[in-house]
T-cell receptor
Framework: RKEVEQDPGPFNVPEGATVAFNCTYS??????FFWYRQDCRKEPKLLMS???SGNEDGRFTAQLNRASQYISLLIRDSKLSDSATYLC??????????FGTGTRLQVTL | GAGVSQSPRYKVAKRGQDVALRCDPI?????LFWYQQALGQGPEFLTY????????KSGLPSDRFFAERPEGSVSTLKIQRTQQEDSAVYLC??????????????FGEGSWLTVV
């Protein structure tokens, strides 16, 4: 079983739609959680950190459920520019980020 | 720019050839990481440096892989006797602090290695 599991997609949604991504992680001792965004042939970039209380950044909302070891990302009012791969990331130790395989999102007109 | 810089950006190596990939982290960043990303996969951890000390090399796939950061700034990832399965993007990343939840990790654009 992979340490971080995500649905690879692709998710094809029209502009303006709301889309949700989920991931699960296996290391219950993990303390830090993130969503990274990766555009085609580019490096991963931090989208947002994820906290148990839930956090929002504009159209993006992230949530962590420690009991279920489950992380989510909600994107409202999708834009064409949101098309990318979204990587669920867990930091089990300070020296290591563990990535999921990523979920590909394609927003269409 | 002021980001993480990697070179070469693209490298084609013949099977059995040795390659060296260079990473210039953001100036002053204590932590440096190497990751390997195969096509269609997420990045996989290779190794971690805190200044010049290699504190975690648990992700290096074989003894053909070697990384160093002798002066605590620039790092080199060396792959000896390359094999086709080594074809991947090698991502370098750095962060300001020595660990902890408050340190954002910044990635370079990667070195794309193709072994033929």
């Amino acid at each position: 079983r992979k340490e971080v599991e995500q649905d690879p997609g692709p998710f094809n949604v029209p502009e303006g739609a709301t889309v949700a991504f989920n991931c699960t992680y296996s290391n219950s001792a993990s303390q830090s959680f993130f969503w990274y965004r990766q555009d085609c042939r580019k490096e991963p970039k931090l989208l947002m950190s994820v906290y148990s209380s839930g956090n929002e950044d504009g159209r993006f909302t992230a949530q962590l459920n420690r009991a279920s070891q489950y992380i989510s990302l909600l994107i409202r009012d999708s834009k064409l520019s949101d098309s990318a791969t979204y990587l669920c990331v867990v930091r089990p130790t300070p020296s290591k980020l563990t990535f999921g395989t990523g979920t590909r999102l394609q927003v269409t007109l | 720019g002021a980001g993480v810089s990697q070179s070469p950006r693209y490298k084609v190596a013949k099977r059995g050839q040795d390659v060296a990939l260079r990473c210039d982290p953001i100036s002053g960043h204590v932590s440096l990481f190497w990751y390997q990303q195969a096509l269609g996969q997420g990045p996989e951890f290779l190794t971690y440096f805190q200044n010049e000390a290699q504190l975690d090399k648990s992700g290096l796939p074989s003894d053909r892989f070697f990384a160093e950061r002798p002066e605590g700034s620039v790092s080199t990832l060396k792959i000896q006797r390359t094999q086709q399965e080594d074809s991947a993007v090698y991502l370098c990343a750095s962060s300001l602090g020595a660990g902890g939840t408050g340190n954002t990790i910044y990635f370079g654009e990667g070195s794309w290695l193709t072994v033929v």
